[in-house]
């Protein structure tokens, strides 16, 4: 349940980026920030702010379309997921398996490319869920 309830927050996140990426960006991107920083306590003036809010405007409407498109799918997989493990489904165990497995090698390869903390936080997590799920399929294999 607790694979579901991570998968479902994660989904309805996507979800919510995706509904309000367009009335964040069509605005002045730099105060809007500011204002969020200054909610979660960051410091408006960190340098990885500053990198985002120029990347930010930076998007066109087309890249817009395609990034809202795109985190659509990912949240319609990850509520699929979430939901499907919520009613202990069969079929979503499988699917949580092969989707969180496909993204390991690409989660390797930005920790090699640049090392950080939560960089090798998710994947050991990614990879705990992985290894739980299919220890729960070859333990229950009559389970439908």
């Given at each position: ?42 410091d408006p003036?960190?340098q990885?702010?500053?990198m ?6 930076r998007?066109d409407?087309?890249?817009?379309k ?29 699917l ?6 496909s993204?390991?090698?690409l989660?390797?390869y ?15 997590f990614?990879?705990?869920?992985v ?6 399929l ?7």
């Amino acid at each position: 349940m607790v694979i579901a309830a991570f998968k479902l927050l994660k989904g309805l996140a996507l979800l919510a980026v995706g509904i309000t990426a367009p009335a964040l960006l069509s605005k002045d991107v730099g105060p809007t920030l500011e204002h969020w920083a200054n909610l979660v306590r960051i410091d408006p003036h960190n340098q990885y702010i500053h990198m985002l809010i120029e990347k930010l405007a930076r998007v066109d409407a087309t890249k817009l379309k395609e990034f809202r498109v795109g985190t659509f799918i990912y949240s319609a997989v990850f509520l699929t997921e979430g939901i499907g493990l919520a009613l202990r489904k069969r079929w979503a165990e499988y699917l949580t398996i092969v989707t969180t497995a496909s993204f390991l090698p690409l989660e390797v390869y930005e920790i090699v490319k640049q090392v950080s903390l939560a960089k090798v936080i998710l994947l050991l997590f990614n990879i705990a869920i992985v290894v739980y799920l299919v220890f729960e399929l070859r333990r229950n294999p009559k389970h439908v």
